[in-house]
Nanobody
């Protein structure tokens, strides 16, 4: 089965940047759509960005468009989320997820079967 491990979270000031990494193992990454999700205190988990397994197309939540970029390197079994111009409302635990049910990127959490443990991102001055 696919295993995912996130890293790169931390404390950053508003307007700053972070780059989250997701290391995959146990299966060939090419088979999976990859999504980044986040969950803030008191809120439901929401999709942030995702990237297709087939054509590498991407989707982003409206709240992060123009600020976040998702990318992948299947040969290295790695996925990244570059986060720029961070805002306090970006504070959340960020999760990397993999799904083999679809090949087109989707931010519906129910389409993902494999999840990392999450990494905390805190945006505060």
């Amino acid at each position: 089965q696919l295993q995912l491990v996130e890293s790169g979270g931390g404390l950053v000031q508003p307007g700053g940047s972070l780059r989250l990494s997701c290391a995959a193992s146990g299966s060939k990454l090419d088979y999976y759509v990859i999504g980044w999700f986040r969950q803030a205190p008191g809120k439901e988990r929401e999709g942030v960005a995702c990237i297709s397994s087939s054509d590498y197309s991407t989707k982003y939540a409206d709240s992060v468009k123009g600020r976040f970029t998702i990318s992948r390197d299947n040969a290295r079994n790695m996925v990244w989320l570059q986060m720029n111009n961070l805002k306090p409302e970006d504070t959340a635990v960020y999760y990397c997820a993999g799904g083999a049910r679809v090949t087109i990127a989707t931010m519906w959490a129910e389409e993902y079967d494999y999840w990392g443990q999450g990494t905390q991102v805190t945006v505060s001055s």
